[in-house]
């Protein structure tokens, strides 16, 4: 079984950065990707950054040249670094895993979610 455990949210001004930390247990699984969404009061959860192995980093639109995902591989970690933040940042940040299960050849992709951490950006 995979957990993900998600540290380093917070409440900080406008303009200002936090720094998200995720740490799986469950080493000896494969991990295909990790990465961060978010879900804001009465919106859908919507992908912020993720890093695979085999389609590189991807961002979406709004945190461009202001957020940075960094993974390692081997420690089974992913962090998000939150430049220059923004009250539309306000939401709750979930850490996901992308996780090979099954004996191969017959390999299938599971999910896993961390719990979620508050970040919380005023104006």
């Known amino acids: 079984q995979v957990q993900l455990l998600e540290s380093g949210g917070g409440s900080v001004q406008a303009g200002g950065s936090l720094r998200l930390s995720c740490a799986a247990s469950?080493?000896?699984?494969?991990?295909?990707?990790m990465g961060w969404y978010r879900q804001a009061p009465g919106k859908q959860r919507e992908l912020v950054a993720v890093h695979s192995d085999f389609d590189g980093t991807r961002y979406a639109d709004s945190v461009k040249g202001r957020f940075t995902i960094s993974r390692d591989n081997a420690a089974k970690t992913v962090d998000l670094q939150m430049d220059s933040l923004r009250p539309e940042d306000t939401a709750v940040y979930y850490c996901?895993?992308?996780?090979?299960?099954?004996?191969?050849?017959?390999?299938?992709?599971?999910?896993?979610w961390g719990q979620g951490t508050q970040v919380t950006v005023s104006s």
């Open positions: 469950g080493r000896r699984y494969v991990f295909r990707s």
């Open positions: 996901k895993a992308e996780v090979y299960v099954g004996p191969p050849p017959n390999l299938s992709l599971d999910d896993y």
